[in-house]
């Protein structure tokens, strides 16, 4: 079934909040911002001392296996910034999201977090890039940490990327739910001109819930598509389930806005 009246009213808008921003930077100017080439895939580049970035995101999960109207359409709003050489910091300044499923109907506020990335390689002026990252996260009945190894390659107009990343969450009452995740991604983006991009993203998953035997792997993947020019970016990915995890959405949309200054 599709997703519920509200939800898709909800996330049309966010949308047309991103189409507005990455309109706004085909029109700003000519030239090349800091932008993200990938939405599920993070890069090795970070923001110089004293660069700032506020970043709007939207993602929509939509259907499951175990629930064809499942719907989830989440929202992040988080401002990085470079703290010394080769140190970025970002702060979340709210994960929240719309939700309509079987279980649950409406609003609600996740967790709002510290984000941490140690470059030790520029892929702009080394062979490759190479960065550490760390996020630290709490919310309402809810902690947890992702540690992250990136890893970038430039090769003319062509951006690849891999990130191998472990996940620690704490929830529920005294915190006693406990879940780990490891995941895999990839991405490879080819820029077309000055102004846009084009690649795809694949990432792999394994949960690991009360921190024991693993559940089946979830692979999704598909294309993106960024416009970078002048200050303004936006970047917008779609990703296909193509394994049967029935408790994993079929399909998710992750639209980032970028602006920096």
Same mark, same amino acid.
């Given at each position: 079934?599709?997703?519920?009246?509200?939800?898709?009213?909800?996330?049309?808008?966010?949308?047309?909040?991103?189409?507005?921003?990455?309109?706004?930077?085909?029109?700003?100017?000519?030239?090349?911002?800091?932008?993200?080439?990938?939405?599920?895939?993070?890069?090795?580049?970070?923001?110089?001392?004293?660069?700032?970035?506020?970043?709007?995101?939207?993602?929509?999960?939509?259907?499951?296996?175990?629930?064809?109207?499942?719907?989830?359409?989440?929202?992040?709003?988080?401002?990085?910034?470079? +703290?010394?050489?080769?140190?970025?910091?970002?702060?979340?300044?709210?994960?929240?999201?719309?939700?309509?499923?079987?279980?649950?109907?409406?609003?609600?506020?996740?967790?709002?977090?510290?984000?941490?990335?140690?470059?030790?390689?520029?892929?702009?002026?080394?062979?490759?890039?190479?960065?550490?990252?760390?996020?630290?996260?709490?919310?309402?009945?809810?902690?947890?940490?992702?540690?992250?190894?990136?890893?970038?390659?430039?090769?003319?107009?062509?951006?690849?990327?891999?990130?191998?990343?472990?996940?620690?969450?704490?929830?529920?009452?005294?915190?006693?739910?406990?879940?780990?995740?490891?995941?895999?991604?990839?991405?490879?983006?080819?820029?077309?001109?000055?102004?846009?991009?084009?690649?795809?993203?694949? +990432?792999?998953?394994?949960?690991?819930?009360?921190?024991?035997?693993?559940?089946?792997? +979830?692979?999704?993947?598909?294309?993106?598509?960024?416009?970078?020019?002048?200050?303004?970016?936006?970047?917008?990915?779609?990703?296909?389930?193509?394994?049967?995890?029935?408790?994993?959405?079929?399909?998710?949309?992750?639209?980032?806005?970028?602006?920096?200054?």
């Amino acid at each position: 079934m599709p997703m519920s009246k509200r939800a898709l009213s909800i996330m049309l808008l966010a949308c047309r909040v991103v189409a507005f921003g990455v309109g706004g930077s085909i029109l700003a100017s000519v030239c090349f911002a800091d932008q993200r080439h990938f939405t599920f895939v993070y890069e090795a580049t970070i923001e110089e001392p004293g660069e700032f970035e506020l970043e709007n995101w939207v993602t929509g999960q939509i259907r499951k296996g175990a629930d064809h109207s499942f719907s989830e359409i989440d929202f992040r709003h988080e401002i990085e910034f470079g +703290v010394i050489d080769r140190l970025q910091a970002s702060i979340y300044l709210a994960d929240w999201s719309y939700v309509n499923s079987k279980e649950n109907n409406g609003f609600a506020f996740s967790d709002a977090a510290l984000e941490l990335v140690y470059q030790i390689y520029n892929p702009e002026k080394a062979p490759f890039g190479l960065a550490f990252y760390e996020e630290i996260e709490g919310g309402d009945r809810i902690f947890g940490s992702e540690s992250k190894l990136i890893v970038q390659k430039n090769i003319g107009p062509m951006v690849l990327a891999y990130n191998a990343t472990l996940e620690t969450v704490w929830q529920g009452k005294e915190l006693a739910e406990r879940e780990a995740k490891f995941q895999q991604s990839i991405g490879a983006s080819y820029e077309l001109n000055r102004c846009i991009s084009i690649g795809a993203e694949l +990432v792999h998953e394994l949960a690991f819930p009360e921190w024991s035997d693993a559940e089946r792997p +979830v692979i999704s993947g598909g294309p993106n598509v960024s416009v970078h020019c002048g200050k303004w970016w936006g970047t917008l990915t779609a990703l296909a389930q193509w394994t049967r995890a029935r408790d994993e959405p079929d399909v998710q949309l992750r639209a980032i806005a970028g602006y920096s200054f």
